[in-house]
């Protein structure tokens, strides 16, 4: 797979303008970048960004390919996974008077900052760990390194 160099395509997304738009309005947006650099891999798909009446809902559809190493015959490769993401952004400030809002009281809550920025690159990140496998196998019936080593002389 060829690397990107520079910034990864993941919106970064003002949604000042949405915040003032009527409950229900909506954007989308096209995702096609690099993860960050803690997960090797690739990311294209599409959100959208929905206005509901407590913060911004985005939900997309995601298809990741990551760069793994197999846990029995630790050769890379590369595994594709899809999967539809869900989660609201609370805002942090109140977008009419600019005052800072109390917390959300969960500390893993998806937040807009302070300049009313969504990081869809953050939501992205944490859905492909949580989908990423515990024992990555490079094919299902890889038997690890030893029976490599016997075909490989013959
Ligand atoms: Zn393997």
Same mark, same amino acid.
């Given at each position: 797979?060829?690397?990107?160099?520079?910034?990864?395509?993941?919106?970064?997304?003002?949604?000042?303008?949405?915040?003032?738009?009527?409950?229900?309005?909506?954007?989308?947006?096209?995702?096609?970048? /690099?993860?960050?650099?803690?997960?090797?891999?690739?990311?294209?798909?599409?959100?959208?960004?929905?206005?509901?009446?407590?913060?911004?809902?985005?939900?997309?559809?995601?298809?990741?390919?990551?760069?793994?190493?197999?846990?029995?015959?630790?050769?890379?490769?590369?595994?594709?996974?899809?999967?539809?993401?869900?989660?609201?952004?609370?805002?942090?400030?109140?977008?009419?008077?600019?005052?800072?809002?109390?917390?959300?009281?969960?500390?893993?809550?998806?937040?807009?900052?302070?300049?009313?920025?969504?990081?869809?690159?953050?939501?992205?990140?944490?859905?492909?760990?949580?989908?990423?496998? /515990?024992?990555?196998?490079?094919?299902?019936?890889?038997?690890?390194?030893?029976?490599?080593?016997?075909?490989?002389?013959?």
């Amino acid at each position: 797979m060829d690397k990107i160099n520079g910034e990864p395509l993941i919106p970064l997304v003002n949604v000042a303008q949405l915040l003032k738009e009527p409950v229900g309005s909506s954007r989308s947006y096209a995702v096609d970048g /690099m993860l960050h650099e803690e997960i090797d891999g690739s990311v294209r798909g599409h959100f959208k960004l929905i206005n509901t009446d407590r913060g911004i809902l985005a939900k997309g559809a995601l298809a990741v390919e990551v760069e793994l190493s197999c846990s029995r015959c630790l050769n890379g490769f590369t595994y594709a996974l899809e999967f539809e993401a869900e989660e609201e952004f609370l805002p942090t400030i109140d977008i009419a008077s600019g005052l800072d809002l109390s917390p959300p009281e969960e500390a893993d809550e998806f937040t807009i900052d302070s300049k009313n920025i969504l990081d869809l690159g953050e939501l992205i990140r944490q859905y492909t760990l949580l989908n990423l496998p /515990m024992k990555p196998l490079c094919r299902p019936e890889c038997s690890g390194i030893k029976e490599m080593n016997s075909y490989g002389t013959t």
